[in-house]
């Protein structure tokens, strides 16, 4: 039977190189399938990894409905054998709805990746409801890592080299509107929680006021 699967973990653990790679395996083996994505780093209609890997895609707005993209590709004797779908934390719950359709009606595997929190770590309304709904959710080995070296469980965004936990939730990283520069990082648990950035931790490195045990580094634990 189909399932609705969740890929999920922060930045940099390789959600998109492995939603590329899973559709290359899938057409390998002459399975076709649709590619969905949503505020791409690199623009509309994109599924890209920051290896570099890319492939076009389905950009899905505001008023997309998925069961009506593929029951329109059925029957105009198109085949859809899966659907993988990329930036699901941006899709509404209404879509993520559609998505469980498909899955139970229609019996076609759905493969979601996206980010489960957002700056503030507060659910992204998508991912919320894929965790309420999804047959499983893994979340992802690849570990990214904070600037200290622990494994980083947390998105933090930084303006203009500031990191904020206030704004609105959705705004598209490595990008700038000529008045402030936007980036999101990665960062551990204890160090969101004292708003210390790369960028803080780096100023305060410099600071002839600050000592190195004032940084307030994580361990990083040994390896098994």
């Not at 990214?144 to 622990?150: H, I, N, R, Y």
Request: glycine share 8%; proline share 3%.
């Amino acid at each position: 039977m189909a399932e609705l699967v969740f890929f999920s973990g922060t930045m940099d653990c390789g959600k998109s190189t492995l939603a590329l790679q899973m559709d290359h395996n899938h057409r390998a083996r002459g399975r076709e399938g649709l590619i969905f994505t949503r505020l791409d780093r690199a623009g509309d209609s994109v599924l890209s990894s920051r290896l570099g890997l890319s492939t076009g895609a389905v950009e899905v707005h505001e008023q997309l409905d998925f069961w009506e993209v593929v029951v329109a590709q059925l029957t105009s004797g198109g085949k859809v054998d899966y659907l993988i779908c990329d930036e699901a934390q941006f899709y509404s719950p209404a879509q993520v709805e559609q998505l469980a359709r498909i899955v139970d009606e229609l019996d076609i595997e759905v493969y979601a990746f996206g980010i489960m929190a957002d700056f503030r770590t507060q659910l992204f309304p998508g991912s919320q409801r894929l965790v309420e709904l999804a047959d499983r959710t893994q979340v992802l080995q690849v570990a990214a890592l904070c600037w200290c070296g622990a494994r980083a469980t947390h998105n933090a965004r930084v303006v203009d080299g500031s990191m904020v936990v206030e704004g609105e939730q959705v705004v598209v990283g490595d990008t700038t509107d000529g008045t402030q520069e936007v980036e999101y990082e990665v960062l551990c648990r204890r160090h969101h929680m004292r708003r210390m950035s790369s960028h803080a931790a780096h100023a305060a490195a410099l600071s002839a006021d600050v000592l190195p045990f004032d940084l307030d580094a994580c361990p990083v634990p040994p390896r098994a």
